[in-house]
T-cell receptor, first 113, second 114 residues
């Protein structure tokens, strides 16, 4: 399976600011995804990061709030914009591999004050 | 519509006990995948198993075993002789073929007490 890293691993931010999370994979992958996991909750898919085109967002998530970049097949970023305390979550990237199995990065723990 | 239900919110067992985590799913598709992931306190999701809808064979991996029954739309996970290191949140997920989109259950928090 692919090895996935995320930066930062955690951060504490002030409301109204933005944070960019990086996801790096050790091999080229077609499918990359971004998830949010609010405290004590399950995972919710934010968007599919498409290489060379705009990300595909799920219902309830918009590009202005969560802009995503995918400049190549090994890297993606997710920005959480104009943050509020409700954005405090774990943000995880994942990659899709054979037989639709997703492997997840270690996550970024975000606390917004 | 797709749905995954993990009715057990939290389970506590004493070390060496066996424990079964339940997962019930709903889908209209005939071709789909089911998954189990483990999320330890560190937060990373660890892939445990994938099962496709055409393979109802049960699987055993060490102390872990999985029971897939299409007749009851269930994909249950049993840990035999539980250990403290098994303490984590366990998620069941469903994906319809060709979508790569996961529908996650709400997770079951397992606490194994020494």
């Amino acid at each position: 399976s692919a090895v996935i890293s995320q930066k930062p691993s955690r951060d504490i931010c002030q409301r109204g600011t933005s944070l960019t999370i990086q996801c790096q994979v050790d091999s080229q992958v077609t499918m990359m995804f971004w998830y949010r996991q609010q405290p004590g909750q399950s995972l919710t898919l934010i968007a599919t990061a498409n290489q060379g085109s705009e990300a595909t967002y799920e219902s309830g998530f918009v590009i202005d709030k969560f802009p995503i970049s995918r400049p190549n097949l090994t890297f993606s970023t997710l920005t959480v914009s104009n943050m509020s305390p409700e954005d405090s979550s774990i943000y995880l990237c994942s990659v899709g591999q054979v037989k639709e199995t997703q492997y997840f990065g270690p996550g970024t723990r975000l606390l917004v004050l | 519509a797709q749905k995954v239900t993990q009715a057990q919110t939290e389970i506590s067992v004493v070390e060496k006990e066996d424990v079964t985590l339940d997962c019930v799913y709903e889908t209209r598709d005939t071709t789909y995948y089911l998954f189990w992931y483990k999320q330890p306190p560190s937060g990373e999701l660890v892939f445990l198993i994938r099962r496709n809808s055409f393979d109802e064979q049960n699987e055993i991996s060490g102390r872990y075993s999985w029971n897939f029954q299409k007749s009851t739309s269930s994909f249950n996970f049993t840990i035999t002789a539980s250990q403290v290191v098994d303490s984590a949140v366990y998620f069941c997920a469903l994906s319809e073929q060709g979508t790569y989109k996961y529908i996650f259950g709400t997770g079951t928090r397992l606490k194994v007490l020494a």
